[in-house]
């Protein structure tokens, strides 16, 4: 028996940097504040990936608390030909799609539903009564939706 001389990985640390600011923070955070936020990030973080020959996506806001805090997610990587990064999620849908009712290029289109803009991020076939996976524009709360539901609500798009 051949014994395991790997070390386990370790976790991903949170890191947290605080620096003295010559700003005082805001009592609140504002829709406006966050988004002027994202995009000032934006433009930092691709400034910095582009040094290394890199490119950014993302940016999207998440788990919005205007009290206290919200998220913000970049992915970082090797731009492909037309300029964007690779994306498995997109590949799957792309060939997914057509057995679920849609079009390969619905992937990120946006629809109403309840009153409520959703985007579509992906199929997952292992979930077939909730197969679409969507995110409200919003905020970035996830969804899972049926396929039929969401054929519908393109439809209603157009």
Do not use: W
């Not at 955070?29 to 950014?56: F, Q, S």
Request: aromatic letters at 6%; a positive charge; hydrophobic letters at 30%.
């Amino acid at each position: 028996m051949k014994k395991n001389t790997r070390k386990p990985k370790a976790p991903a640390k949170k890191t947290s940097v605080q620096t003295s600011s010559k700003v005082s923070p805001p009592r609140n955070l504002t829709p406006e504040l966050c988004d002027r936020l994202r995009r000032d990030m934006m433009k930092a973080c691709l400034a910095v990936a582009e040094t290394h020959g890199l490119t950014v996506e993302g940016g999207e806001l998440s788990d919005i608390d205007l009290r206290h805090s919200f998220n913000i997610g970049f992915r970082v990587g090797i731009p492909m030909e037309d300029g964007a990064i690779y994306s498995p999620d997109k590949a799957m849908f792309e060939v997914l799609a057509p057995h679920f009712g849609l079009e390969p290029s619905d992937y990120r289109r946006t629809f109403k539903t309840g009153g409520d803009l959703h985007r579509i991020v992906g199929i997952n076939p292992n979930r077939p009564k909730y197969p679409i996976s969507t995110e409200r524009v919003s905020d970035g709360r996830g969804f899972k939706m049926p396929a039929e539901n969401v054929t519908l609500y393109l439809q209603r798009s157009d």
